[in-house]
């Protein structure tokens, strides 16, 4: 099926300027452990750029790549229709086109490199090269067989890439950034502003908020109605068994209880510590000399600062008597924070900081025993849903319903709305794992049983679609009464601003409103805690003196700009941000040069790309 030219996808972004051993390791290695293989069949190519085809393998195994980076960026697998969502598809078909038309350029031009510049790519590339270092042929076809590449395959491929990168950087290469645009840019991006602000808060109206009416309410419900309305939820019946529910229920051994307890007896019984440092010198005559210092008033700090260490650097932590070796029995033997020494350690002659006294704690058996009854009956629990996951898969193979599993299985049946993304989740759809599963199913799906992290398991059915519905206003009182309080004080806010602008514009001082908050010097891409973006924006557009009033979720404030600062024009730090600039602005140029011209080539070409041949590629991975 032919396919327009001016409705054919443009290649956009980045230029074919690849770094051919990049390029194999990607091709060749990193397709090779996604399980592609030729897509086979009759169908050769997707649809072709004046002479050039554009294979369907390339289409597949690009295809392949992109999903599996969207999968790595994710930590997630990615399907091809999610993908489809971020037009991962439209993006692969433009580079294939783009690339296909600097073939076809290639070709009429007779632009290609000789089988010397192949080999020497090839011999090149790490992913080629042997144990010994250097290239290795067994490897070589190792790695071509991973990817389902043959050697002619693979060549064919590397001469055309490096041909295409020839064309590519004559038409995108030796652009200079004009030094007007780098300067203009630099001033922009290098400009400081410093401003003066004053938050208002409910504190600063100068009458209380009114109470709302009754009609107030209805009419701000009425007014607001999508604020009010229900989203789409599915009606979800599940059964489940949690751990939490039968724990109570177990029986507790006071025997096993107190086995328990004494195989973690270190955790309820802890001996006393100290809290120490150790400074280690050279010598003993080196350390007590220290000692001496410090015992007539230097600071251990400063020791410390002489040795080139921080405090840091010699911080035991909390250490039990038999932690100390040597220094055990003087540390302990302190009532109260000092130092001693110098002692020997493995370390060497050192002076020990004792800095606090932590006591012994004891956790009595009989303190212990409810928590650990409880942690016996959970796990007693878990164990008991774990052996009933085997026959709640058989009733479910064998037809049962879920109203069959609660009676059988002593699950607890419910309904809920459920409502993909809510924020603060509660009761059974905290569950990740619940989320996950509800999330994912459809009307007439077959129930699985679902294993939840807490060993739980739930299963569900998927029993309507909710279309969004407003809740009813008695039902969402409450919640209209807190918007219309918000509601009513954004506007009182917003009032006030607009009076103590005039009083300032008037000759008062700011600061008789209110704290004022000062800053000196900001970027555009600054950031002020709590205040919207639109704070910048205004400072930023902002004549010196100019107050303005600036509003947003949960924000009212007065803005005055006091002062711009240009942008340096000298220094280490100037040369470098333009420097930055006109290598962005060259890039740009190059990319947009490269673009016109694969779009020129592609217009003067023609285009035709085989739909069905796409959509057969496409269904490979769905």
């Known amino acids: 099926m032919a ?5 054919t996808p443009r290649k956009k972004g980045k230029g074919n300027q690849i770094v051919v051993w990049t390029l194999m390791a990607m091709l060749v290695l990193g397709l090779g452990g996604f399980g592609v293989t030729n897509f086979g069949g009759g169908v050769t190519s997707i649809g072709r750029v004046g002479e050039r085809d554009i294979d369907v393998n390339d289409y597949a195994r690009a295809m392949q790549q992109e999903l599996s980076a969207l999968s790595a960026q994710f930590g997630t697998t990615i399907s091809f229709s999610q993908a489809q969502a971020f037009g991962i598809d ?50 070589y076809r190792f790695a071509l067989n991973q990817a389902n590449l043959t050697e002619s395959t693979f060549e064919t491929n590397l001469r055309a890439d490096i041909a295409r990168q020839l064309l590519t950087g004559a038409v995108a290469g030796g652009f200079a950034a004009p030094a007007a645009l780098t300067d203009t840019l630099y001033a922009w991006v290098g400009e400081r502003r410093g401003f003066s602000l004053l938050r208002l808060s409910q504190a600063d109206l100068t009458a209380p908020l009114p109470e709302p009416a009754e009609a107030d309410l209805k009419a701000f419900y ?63 005559e080196e350390a007590a000399a220290a000692k001496a210092r410090l015992d007539a008033g230097e600071t251990f700090e400063t020791l410390v600062k002489e040795r080139g260490l921080d405090l840091t650097d010699i911080d035991l932590g909390e250490a039990a008597k038999e932690d100390l070796g040597t220094a055990a029995e003087a540390i302990f033997a302190l009532t109260e924070p000092g130092v001693v020494g110098p002692i020997d350690s493995e370390l060497g002659p050192a002076l020990f900081r004792m800095n606090a006294i932590l006591a012994a704690q004891e956790t009595t058996f009989e303190q212990a025993k409810a928590d650990l009854a409880v942690e016996m009956q959970t796990d007693t629990a878990r164990r008991l849903i774990a052996d009933k996951v085997e026959a709640i898969d058989d009733l479910l193979a064998g037809g049962a319903t879920l109203e069959d599993l609660a009676k059988e ?10 409502v993909s993304g809510a924020a603060a989740p509660e009761g059974i759809a905290a569950y990740t794992d619940f989320r996950t599963a509800a999330d994912a199913v459809a009307v007439g799906d077959f129930p699985e049983a679902v294993l939840l992290d807490d060993g739980g398991v739930v299963v569900l059915r998927l029993d309507e679609i909710v279309p969004p519905a407003p809740i009813p206003f008695d039902t969402a009182r409450d919640d209209v009464a807190t918007a219309w309080s918000a509601d009513a004080l954004t506007k009182a806010l917003s009032a006030r601003a607009v009076e103590v602008k005039a009083a300032v514009e008037g000759g008062q001082p700011l600061g008789a409103f209110g704290i004022v908050e000062r800053t000196a010097a900001i970027a555009r891409e600054g950031f002020v805690e709590g205040a919207p973006p639109s ?88």
Do not use: C, H
């Open 3 to 7: 396919t327009d030219p001016e409705n």
């Open 90 to 139: 439209q993006t692969v078909l433009q580079r294939l086109v783009a690339q296909a038309a600097l073939d076809n350029e290639a070709a009429r031009t007779g632009l290609s490199v000789g089988d010397e510049t192949v080999a020497g790519e090839i011999t090149r590339t790490p992913a080629f090269q042997g144990t010994a270092g250097g290239f290795d042929r067994d490897t």
């Open 222 to 284: 009425e007014a607001n109605i999508p604020t009010f309305t229900a989203p789409e939820a599915k009606r979800i019946t599940y059964v489940s068994l949690l751990p939490e529910a039968i724990a109570t229920e177990q029986p507790v051994d006071d025997a096993a209880l107190k086995a328990i307890y004494d195989q973690r007896i270190a955790e309820y019984v802890l001996p006393e510590k100290r809290l120490v440092e150790r400074l280690v010198y050279p010598s003993t």
């Open 409 to 418: 299985q002593g699950m607890t049946l419910a309904t809920m709305d459920y």
């Open 535 to 622: 704070l910048m924006e205004a400072v930023f557009a902002m004549a010196p003196g100019e107050m303005r009033v600036v509003e947003g979720p949960g924000f009212t404030a007065l803005v005055r700009l006091d002062e711009i600062s240009p942008a340096a024009t000298t220094g280490e730090e100037a040369d470098a941000l333009k420097g930055a600039i006109a290598a962005q602005v060259e890039q740009a140029l190059s990319q947009d040069a490269l673009t016109l011209f694969t779009n020129a080539l592609t217009d003067e070409a023609g285009i035709f790309l085989d739909q069905q041949a796409i959509s057969a590629v496409q269904a490979q991975f769905n």
